[in-house]
């Protein structure tokens, strides 16, 4: 079946420093959506882009999708405190099963004040 | 609106036991899902349902069994409790294939 690899699955930085996570796929993507999970907490959807080369922004947050709708990135500028948690990339493929998205395993973001 | 409400938040049970999770969403979602979280992990798809009398098996169905009579609850049944279903188990729900998923708070289940 469709995968979607991630990575870095850990990642530590300073606070005050820049993050990125990165996922790929290896068939081309629908749509490309990304959760935050806090630690002990439940996955919560953060944004979703469709369109080839898209680029939104959330305040400190950076989200990309490639040309090719195969790969897409987070970049958190300056990190605070309060983005510590585990971040998911999540594919939706058309056709296939109904299962609808294929998560990445996740890049776990720990920061040090 | 609540969102996705699931119960109990916290199970311990005993190896050969069985329970019932609880999931119930009130945004009149046509798809659900439930998925389990070993610690430190990703997100692993146990069964789901695209609309009330229709389910099919995920990634990891086996020890599970899900039913959908109505398009507001979709209850994850586990059987013969083992060690190996310790995890944290949450249901989400979505308007459509492909759509965003919304997370309930998540079941924390120990077997021991």
């Known amino acids: 079946g469709q995968q979607v690899m991630q990575i870095p699955q850990y990642q530590h930085v300073q606070e005050g420093e820049d993050f990125t996570t990165y996922c790929n796929s290896s068939t081309t993507l629908s749509n490309i959506q990304w959760y935050k999970q806090r630690p002990g907490g439940h996955p919560v959807f953060l944004i979703q882009l469709v369109k080839s080369g898209e680029v939104k922004k959330q305040k400190r947050l950076t989200f990309q999708f490639g040309e090719a709708k195969k790969n897409s990135s987070l970049h958190i500028t300056a990190t605070q405190t309060t983005d510590v948690g585990t971040y998911f990339c999540?594919?939706?493929?058309?056709?296939?099963?109904?299962?609808?998205?294929?998560f990445g395993k996740g890049t776990h973001l720990i920061i040090q004040p | 609106n609540a969102g996705v409400t699931q119960t109990p938040k916290f199970r311990i049970l005993k190896i050969g036991q069985s329970m019932t999770l609880q999931c119930t969403q009130d945004m009149n979602h046509n798809y659900m899902y439930w998925y389990r979280q070993d610690p430190g992990m990703g997100l692993k798809l146990i069964y789901y349902s695209v609309g009330a009398g229709i389910t099919d098996k995920g990634e990891v169905p086996n020890g599970y069994n899900v039913s959908r009579s109505t398009t507001e609850d979709f209850p994850l049944r586990l059987e013969l409790a083992a060690p190996s279903q310790t995890s944290v188990y949450f249901c989400?729900?979505?308007?459509?294939?492909?759509?965003?998923?919304?997370f309930g708070p998540g079941t924390r289940l120990l077997v021991l």
């Open positions: 989400a729900s979505s308007p459509r294939r492909g759509a965003a998923q919304y």
């Open positions: 999540a594919g939706a493929y058309s056709g296939g099963g109904a299962d609808g998205l294929t």
